[in-house]
T-cell receptor, first 113, second 110 residues
Framework: DTEVTQTPKHLVMGMTNKKSLKCEQH?????MYWYKQKAKKPPELMFV???????INESVPSRFSPECPNSSLLNLHLHALQPEDSALYLC????????????FGPGTRLTVL | GQQVMQIPQYQHVQEGEDFTTYCNSS?????IQWYKQRPGGHPVFLIQ?????EVKKQKRLTFQFGEAKKNSSLHITATQTTDVGTYFC??????????FGAGTTVTVRA
């Protein structure tokens, strides 16, 4: 299995909703990432988990809450989002945080109304 | 993170022609990566360059790392419709964060 899967593919939520994005990989990778990508822009790093511990938080607002339940799973919990948070949310993994090649999932297209 | 500038932002190419996209940094890079993102898709790793002056080829794609390790280029020969997409260079900082260039979006005229 050489892919990263993400669910759901699309998500529409109101500003008062609570939702979660899920990411899974079975490549034995020990580093996992959340990126945010706006239209016609490059991916922007949000969080990095290394060996299931939060390694990097790029000053992301607290309405985004990451969680790494085990080495294969990565969640992003969403609460009280703003319309400007609408974007493609990409999960990625790599062998380790010091390894460069990152494998990206297909992303979740999030729309906040 | 490591800042990389990428040009051009858009590249409109006639099928069969060649083109080059460039990535530049004001500081020395430890390595540089290239990713391709098809329309509606996700970034896919193409290659990593590490050594000064390194040149790597993948079929019609040629990747080069500058001698000073401050710039890189991707050259595509005989462009095909399958080359459509956005090509990103990305550099890793000392704290292992990956920073992407703005990307070059390629469209192909048949």
């Amino acid at each position: 299995d050489t892919e990263v899967t993400q669910t759901p593919k699309h998500l529409v939520m109101g500003m008062t909703n609570k939702k979660s994005l899920k990411c899974e990989q079975h490549m034995g990778h020990r580093a996992m990432y959340w990126y945010k990508q706006k239209a016609k822009k490059p991916p922007e790093l949000m969080f990095v988990y290394s060996y299931e511990k939060l390694s990097i938080n790029e000053s992301v607002p607290s309405r985004f809450s990451p969680e790494c339940p085990n080495s294969s799973l990565l969640n992003l919990h969403l609460h009280a989002l703003q319309p400007e948070d609408s974007a493609l949310y990409l999960c990625a993994s790599s062998l380790g945080q010091t390894y460069n090649e990152q494998f990206f999932g297909p992303g979740t297209r999030l729309t906040v109304l | 993170g490591q800042q990389v500038m990428q040009i051009p932002q858009y590249q409109h190419v006639q099928e069969g022609e060649d083109f080059t996209t460039y990535c530049n940094s004001s500081t020395t890079l430890s390595n540089i990566q290239w990713y391709k993102q098809r329309p509606g898709g996700h970034p896919v790793f193409l290659i990593q360059l590490v050594k000064s002056g390194e040149v790597k080829k993948q079929k019609r794609l040629t990747f080069q790392f500058g001698e000073a390790k401050k710039n890189s280029s991707l050259h595509i020969t005989a462009t095909q419709t399958t080359d459509v997409g956005t090509y990103f260079c990305a550099a890793r900082s000392n704290d292992y964060k990956l920073s992407f260039g703005a990307g070059t979006t390629v469209t192909v005229r048949a």
